[in-house]
């Protein structure tokens, strides 16, 4: 059974970072292209950031500057280190790879 799953959302001030996981099982995604993506209620999926098998990353222009995306392929695992949070990156983020999708993790940036 292949499987996506998201860790580490949570409620942050704004100003503040965190780091989403994604560890995957069931088959090798070392291989593929993989992606973080967000959406808030009520609104379209939107692609944050990318990395290739070889580790080339893109950025959407609104967390560029501030979001990492990084990949441990040894250990099947995605990362996004979001520093320098705002209220408008609240969503529930998820991962995605090999056309495989996590359920997601919720992030809520408030004060």
């Known amino acids: 059974q292949v499987q996506l799953v998201e860790s580490g959302g949570g409620l942050v001030q704004p100003g503040g970072s965190l780091r989403l996981s994604c560890i995957g099982s069931g088959t090798d995604f070392s291989v593929a292209a993989m992606g973080w993506y967000r959406q808030e209620l009520g609104k379209q999926r939107e692609l944050v950031a990318s990395?290739?098998?070889?580790?080339?990353?893109g950025y959407a222009d609104s967390v560029k500057g501030r979001f990492t995306i990084s990949r441990d392929n040894a250990k099947n695992t995605l990362y996004l280190q979001m520093n320098r949070l705002k209220p408008e990156d609240s969503a529930v983020y998820y991962c995605?790879?090999?056309?495989?999708w996590g359920k997601g993790t919720p992030v809520t940036i408030s004060s």
């Open positions: 995605s790879g090999r056309g495989y």
């Open positions: 990395i290739s098998s070889i580790g080339s990353t």
